[in-house]
């Protein structure tokens, strides 16, 4: 009697997997942004908070969701020799399911971009492109250090805050709003360049020139410094410009921390890098919420 073997089954995907895919934690900065671009509208938020869930539900995630599972898709070769153990190289998410995930995310995030309204939606559109952009071919604008944080820190900052502030006044934000949130993105470009330090053996293997191996990691990490520290004494001048004495004062101790902080980076950046990033960032992006109250102020 023949025997008949066993038809193997197809690999099925974890849910578990999907959202480690999805990375909850990297969720965190645009939901901060979106919620200071509340904060800085000085709108009332009793009538208005269907819209800001919403609105914090597209940021995180949505859009920020998306954009992780479309580069973890493109990235998959890279992250196969800096993080073999991440859902799509080690298998956990198996075939195609990386990319119809991301498909799906892209969707579902335009769907919820229709009830924040015009404002909303062409903010999720613009932000779900450059989502794209920056991992997948011919664009992939992450090979390029420059381009590839100028994005991301666009889409983690300025964005959100600029959309919010936009939704819940119901018009276009005012020029301070535009110029500190624009000014919060361009720091955060320093914030990106330390978050490649992880990646510096595989971005480098794989011919993706972050600004780590573009410059080295002395001089990246020095630039990333310059940046943050610029952006943030940018917006400590236009505060005193706004007579705002308070928050001036407040974002200008935040910056002298930092200062000190990023002393200790420059020992060793390499190492030091995500250390900065749960200690350094914090201030930074606490000057964000003390930046958003001053805007608010001027509103009232």
Request: charge should be positive; glycine fraction near 8%; hydrophobic fraction near 55%.
């Amino acid at each position: 009697m023949t025997e008949i073997a066993p038809v193997p089954l197809a690999p099925r995907i974890q849910p578990a997997a999907v959202l480690e895919l999805l990375k909850p934690i990297t969720w965190f900065p645009p939901i901060w942004a979106f919620g200071c671009g509340v904060v800085s509208s000085g709108a009332a938020l009793a009538p208005r908070w269907p819209i800001v869930i919403a609105g914090l539900v597209l940021a995180g995630p949505m859009v920020c969701a998306t954009s992780q599972a479309v580069n973890d898709w493109f990235d998959r070769h890279v992250d196969a020799l800096n993080e073999p153990h991440r859902p799509i190289p080690s298998g956990r998410i198996p075939g195609r399911w990386g990319l119809y995930v991301a498909l799906i995310w892209t969707v579902l995030s335009l769907g919820v971009a229709t009830l924040l309204g015009t404002w909303g939606f062409a903010a999720a559109a613009l932000g779900l492109a450059l989502a794209w952009a920056y991992s997948a071919p011919p664009i992939r604008l992450k090979q390029n250090g420059w381009w590839g944080n100028s994005a991301v820190g666009l889409c983690y900052e300025g964005l959100p805050w600029i959309t919010a502030a936009a939704i819940m006044s119901a018009e276009a934000p005012s020029w301070q709003v535009l110029a500190i949130a624009l000014m919060y993105s361009a720091g955060a470009h320093g914030i990106m360049t330390l978050n490649d330090f992880k990646s510096i053996g595989g971005d480098r293997v794989s011919g993706v020139n972050s600004l780590p191996v573009l410059l080295g990691a002395e001089r990246a990490a020095r630039l990333a410094c310059i940046t943050m520290a610029l952006a943030q004494i940018a917006v400590l001048a236009l505060l005193v410009a706004w007579s705002r004495p308070v928050h001036a004062a407040i974002i200008a101790v935040l910056i002298a921390a930092q200062l000190v902080l990023m002393r200790r980076l420059m020992t060793d950046p390499r190492a030091l890098a995500p250390w900065y990033n749960g200690t350094g960032v914090l201030l930074y992006v606490l000057g964000m919420l003390v930046t958003a109250f001053a805007l608010a102020g001027m509103s009232a």
